[in-house]
Every structure is written in structure tokens, then in C-alpha cells.
T-cell receptor
Framework: EAQVTQNPRYLITVTGKKLTVTCSQN?????MSWYRQDPGLGLRQIYY???????DKGDVPEGYKVSRKEKRNFPLILESPSPNQTSLYFC???????????FGSGTRLTVV | AQSVTQLGSHVSVSEGALVLLRCNYS??????LFWYVQYPNQGLQLLLK??????LVKGINGFEAEFKKSETSFHLTKPSAHMSDAAEYFC??????????????FGKGTLLTVNP
């Protein structure tokens, strides 16, 4: 089954404790991206990657890092999480035609 | 730059009534347009998409949307609401053409409530 898999689904952590949210897709998509969803703000792009070793900032990149060492994986790293990063996070991938976006099931992160 | 405006953060309809969720976009290049639905505690599910073929697009669960270039709109409709349609709906735009960021720009969402 074609899918984007995120882990974990739920995470509660403390301020300053580094964490990684994993994202993996099995569709050989070139493009991958991370979004965060906050009430009243919709979804905003954090980072994106056009291919292996090619990443760039989205609209709200502060406090986040990403890497793209393999085509299928695009982890989101929070080196020092803060409470304002409490949010629902989605990973998405797409082929070059831009019309086949597939989203993961989401990761609900709470930073206390 | 591209943007999406969804009119009405909350729409309430009676079961069996027409559903109309409004979306207007701005884009410097011809866009691709999408509607996604999010049920409580779930991820995003694609309802339908416009990719410059037919301007009237039919999606899943009886929803459809019409692309109107002159009005820069892509409103979502369903003739008869079901209780199961209660969810949050997001309109999104992605610009065609050059550039390496296939960013989906989302509206802020419309919460649809269906009353019995």
C-alpha cells in the first residue's frame, strides 16, 4: 500500500529534550515536506526537500532541522523543543507532477 | 506568492441540506487546487483536485467543486449533507510552473457541523 508513515503518533516531552519525528514514504517520491497544524492557522510549511541532500526552509522553520540522506526518509528534528512547538505535525510527499500529495497520519507533539 | 482564503471558519447545516464551503485563491501562475477533509483525530484525506482539465471536479463522498478563473474561486459543494460529513475542510493551492518548492498553501479551514 502506498503510504507516508510517521512515528510516533503521539509524543509528550519536556522543554529542551531533543527529539526526532520520523517520516518514510514508499512511493519513490522526489518531494517531501513537513507541515504543522495549529487551531485557526491551518497548516504551515516548515521545511521541504526536492531530493536527496536537497532541503530548504518553508514558512516557519525556526527551531526545526531536517535531513534527507535517503529518498524515502525525511526526519524532523527538534534540537531544543519549546512549548510553542506544541502542535500537530504532518509529513507529505509528492512526485514531480505536484498533483499527488500524500500525507502521513500526523504526530501530535506536546512540549511541557 | 500564493494564498487561500476560506470564507467562514464554521459552517452549520441541517442533514439533507446543501453544503457550500467557499474558497478563493490568489496565485501568480495557474494553480493546482485541492480540497482536503480532516475528521477528528485523523490525518488529511484528499477529497478532490483541479489540475487544469475539466473545471467541474467530482470527488469522493458526493462532493464536487468548480474552478472559476474569473472569480478566482474553487468552492466545494454537496447537494445533501450527511451526519458523517461533519469534519474540518481545507482548501489548498499549489502553483504550477518552475521552482523547487511544491508547497501546498492551505486556507485556515472550515469546520462543518451537520445538525440532525
Amino acid at each position: 500500500e502506498a503510504q507516508v508513515t510517521q512515528n510516533p503518533r503521539y509524543l509528550i516531552t519536556v522543554t529542551g529534550k531533543k527529539l526526532t519525528v520520523t517520516c518514510s514514504q514508499n512511493m519513490n517520491h522526489e518531494y517531501m515536506s513537513w507541515y504543522r497544524q495549529d487551531p485557526g492557522l491551518g497548516l504551515r510549511q516548515i521545511y521541504y526537500s526536492m531530493n536527496v541532500e536537497v532541503t530548504d526552509k518553508g514558512d516557519v522553520p525556526e527551531g526545526y532541522k531536517v535531513s534527507r540522506k535517503e529518498k524515502r526518509n525525511f526526519p524532523l528534528i527538534l534540537e531544543s523543543p519549546s512549548p510553542n512547538q506544541t502542535s500537530l505535525y504532518f509529513c507529505a510527499s509528492s512526485p514531480r507532477d505536484r498533483v499527488g500529495y500524500t500525507f502521513g497520519s500526523g504526530t501530535r507533539l506536546t512540549v511541557v | 506568492a500564493q494564498s487561500v482564503t476560506q470564507l467562514g471558519s464554521h459552517v452549520s447545516v441541517s442533514e439533507g441540506a446543501l453544503v457550500l464551503l467557499r474558497c478563493n485563491y490568489s496565485s501568480s501562475v495557474p494553480p493546482y487546487l485541492f480540497w482536503y477533509v480532516q475528521y477528528p483525530n485523523q490525518g488529511l484525506q484528499l477529497l478532490l483536485k483541479y489540475t487544469s482539465a475539466a473545471t467541474l471536479v467530482k470527488g469522493i463522498n458526493g462532493f464536487e467543486a468548480e474552478f472559476k478563473k474569473s472569480e478566482t474561486s474553487f468552492h466545494l459543494t454537496k447537494p445533501s449533507a450527511h451526519m458523517s460529513d461533519a469534519a474540518e475542510y481545507f482548501c489548498a493551492v499549489s502553483a504550477k510552473g518552475g521552482g523547487s518548492n511544491y508547497k501546498l498553501t492551505f486556507g485556515k479551514g472550515t469546520l462543518l457541523t451537520v445538525n440532525p
